[in-house]
């Protein structure tokens, strides 16, 4: 049961990244996104992980996303103002086949493996305190330093769409 609910939501993550790849219009794009950080979330359930899940759907799905789609609205993006991407499924398309040997690689050194039997895993994994150890004791400084990468882009993004607009 617990691998037909993998791959349901496996399902659903790949076609959430493809239609965030693929729309053309950003809030299509986004709400794509939303789709595929929903199956991750629940990926992370099925990994007894409830701490991240509930990151991944209340911060990343929830929150998150509620900016990036208050931004795009914002910004009142019209079919104008997009690029025009002539050569968009052709390049998608080279970058998969690109990532072939890659992942055949992965294939292989999955295969490789010697089986063991699956254990139980115990009663402290993926809880907040856990996390939060390895998170602050760790990985501070990276931690403060993506948000900090996070803000800017947002920040820098909202500042040339304006001015942008006012140019024109």
Same mark, same amino acid.
Not at 52 to 65: E, K, P, R, S
Not at 83 to 91: L, R
Not at 157 to 168: F, H, M, P, T, W
């Given at each position: 049961?617990i691998? %037909?609910?993998?791959?349901?939501?496996?399902?659903?993550?790949?076609?959430?990244?493809? $239609?965030?790849?693929?729309?053309?219009?950003?809030? /299509?794009?986004? &709400?794509? &996104?939303?789709v595929?950080?929903?199956?991750?979330?629940?990926? #992370?359930?099925l990994?007894?992980?409830?701490?991240? #899940?509930? =990151?991944?759907? %209340?911060?990343y799905a929830?929150? *998150? *996303?509620?900016? =990036?789609? #208050?931004?795009?609205?914002?910004?009142?993006?019209?079919?104008?103002?997009?690029?025009? !991407?002539? /050569?968009?499924i052709?390049? @998608?398309?080279?970058?998969?086949?690109?990532?072939?040997?890659?992942?055949?690689? @992965? @294939?292989?050194g999955?295969s490789?493996?010697?089986?063991?039997?699956?254990h139980i895993?115990?009663?402290g994994?993926?809880?907040?305190? $856990?996390?939060?150890? !390895?998170?602050?004791?760790?990985?501070? =400084?990276? #931690? !403060? &330093? *993506?948000?900090?990468?996070?803000?800017v882009?947002?920040?820098?993004?909202? =500042?040339y769409?304006?001015? !942008?607009?006012?140019?024109?």
């Amino acid at each position: 049961m617990i691998d %037909i609910i993998f791959i349901i939501l496996s399902f659903f993550a790949i076609i959430g990244g493809l $239609g965030m790849i693929l729309f053309a219009q950003p809030i /299509y794009s986004a &709400l794509s &996104l939303i789709v595929c950080l929903v199956a991750l979330g629940g990926v #992370f359930a099925l990994l007894s992980a409830p701490f991240l #899940f509930m =990151v991944q759907i %209340i911060l990343y799905a929830g929150a *998150i *996303i509620t900016l =990036v789609l #208050f931004i795009i609205m914002f910004l009142n993006v019209k079919s104008d103002n997009l690029p025009n !991407e002539p /050569y968009k499924i052709p390049t @998608i398309l080279v970058g998969g086949i690109l990532l072939v040997p890659f992942n055949l690689l @992965i @294939i292989k050194g999955f295969s490789t493996l010697e089986d063991k039997p699956m254990h139980i895993i115990g009663e402290g994994f993926g809880s907040i305190k $856990g996390f939060g150890m !390895e998170l602050f004791r760790n990985w501070l =400084v990276p #931690f !403060e &330093l *993506i948000s900090i990468l996070l803000l800017v882009a947002l920040v820098g993004a909202v =500042v040339y769409l304006r001015k !942008e607009k006012s140019d024109g």
